[in-house]
C-alpha cells in the first residue's frame, strides 16, 4: 500500500514570495490533515479535512495561508507572502475516518526555509 | 489548558539497555494516548496507542507504555534498545469523545531525541 506522498520535499524562498505544498493520501482516507513543525517542537495541526470539507483550520493564519481539498482527494496548502516565522516542515497525514481509532498516517513532510 | 509535557529533550543510552521516555498530560479527562516515532528526513509513524482497557499497551518495534492515571504518565518503555531506534520520540493526547472527537486535535509534546551509543 502506498503511503502518503508529499511534494516538493525542501523548499527555500525569501520573505514575502508565495509557495505550494502538495498532499496525496493513501487511497480511501476521507481525513487529511496538514501541520507545521517548528524546529524543537511537535507538529501542530493547520487544517483537517474530511472528503474536501474544512472540519477545523482554527490555527491556520487565514491572512496568509490557504488550503484546498479539490474533489476529496490531493490537497494543497499555499503560504502568501511568506514570513521567517513560518520555516518549518510541513507535514500531511490522512486517516481513514476522524475517529481516534483511525490511525493518522504521515508524508515524509516539506521542510521549507524562508530568508 | 489540555498540554503534553516530555521533560527530557534528549537521552542517550547505549545499545542492548533498557529505555524509559516520560510523558505527563494535563487534560480534563481521560485522554486518548499515542506515541509517535519521527526517523530523520521522514514522517511519523505510530507506535502504539492507549483508549482504555489495560493500562499495559503494547506497540510495534518492541516498544510498550503503561497509562497511570494517579500521575497522569504515559511512559515509553523498551527492554534492549537497538541502535535502528535512533530517532525523536512524541507523546501526544486527544479528545475522548470516541464520535465527536477529532483525532486532529491531537495535541503533541516536543519531542525527546533518542540517541544510542555502540
Known amino acids: 500500500e502506498a503511503g502518503v506522498a508529499q511534494s516538493p520535499r525542501y523548499k527555500i524562498i525569501e520573505k514575502r514570495q508565495s509557495v505550494a505544498f502538495w498532499c496525496n493520501p493513501i487511497?480511501?482516507?476521507?481525513?487529511l490533515y496538514w501541520y507545521q513543525q517548528i524546529l524543537g517542537q511537535g507538529p501542530k495541526l493547520l487544517i483537517q479535512?474530511?472528503?474536501?470539507?474544512?472540519?477545523?483550520d482554527s490555527q491556520l493564519p487565514k491572512d496568509r495561508f490557504s488550503a484546498e481539498r479539490l474533489k476529496g482527494v490531493d490537497s494543497t496548502l499555499k503560504i502568501q507572502p511568506a514570513k521567517l516565522e513560518d520555516s518549518a516542515v510541513y507535514l500531511c497525514?490522512?486517516?481513514?475516518?476522524?475517529?481516534?481509532?483511525?490511525?493518522?498516517?504521515f508524508g515524509p513532510g516539506t521542510r521549507l526555509t524562508v530568508l | 489548558a489540555q498540554s503534553v509535557t516530555q521533560p527530557d529533550i534528549h537521552i542517550t543510552v547505549s545499545e542492548g539497555a533498557s529505555l524509559e521516555l516520560r510523558c505527563n498530560y494535563s487534560?480534563?479527562?481521560?485522554?486518548?494516548l499515542f506515541w509517535y516515532v519521527q526517523s530523520p528526513g521522514q514522517g511519523l509513524q505510530l507506535l502504539l496507542k492507549?483508549?482504555?482497557?489495560?493500562?499495559l499497551v503494547q506497540g510495534i518495534k518492541g516498544f510498550e507504555a503503561e497509562f497511570k492515571r494517579s500521575q497522569s504518565s504515559f511512559n515509553l518503555r523498551k527492554p534492549s534498545v537497538h541502535w535502528s531506534d535512533a530517532a525523536e520520540y512524541f507523546c501526544?493526547?486527544?479528545?475522548?469523545?470516541?464520535?465527536?472527537?477529532?483525532?486532529?486535535?491531537?495535541?503533541f509534546g516536543k519531542g525527546t531525541k533518542l540517541s544510542v551509543k555502540p
Open positions: 497525514a490522512s486517516s481513514l475516518t476522524s475517529r481516534l481509532s483511525d490511525t493518522q498516517y
Open positions: 487511497s480511501g482516507h476521507a481525513t
Open positions: 479535512f474530511q472528503n474536501n470539507g474544512v472540519v477545523d
Open positions: 487534560y480534563g479527562a481521560t485522554p486518548y
Open positions: 492507549y483508549f482504555s482497557g489495560d493500562t
Open positions: 501526544a493526547v486527544g479528545p475522548t469523545s470516541f464520535y465527536g472527537g477529532s483525532q486532529g486535535n491531537l495535541i
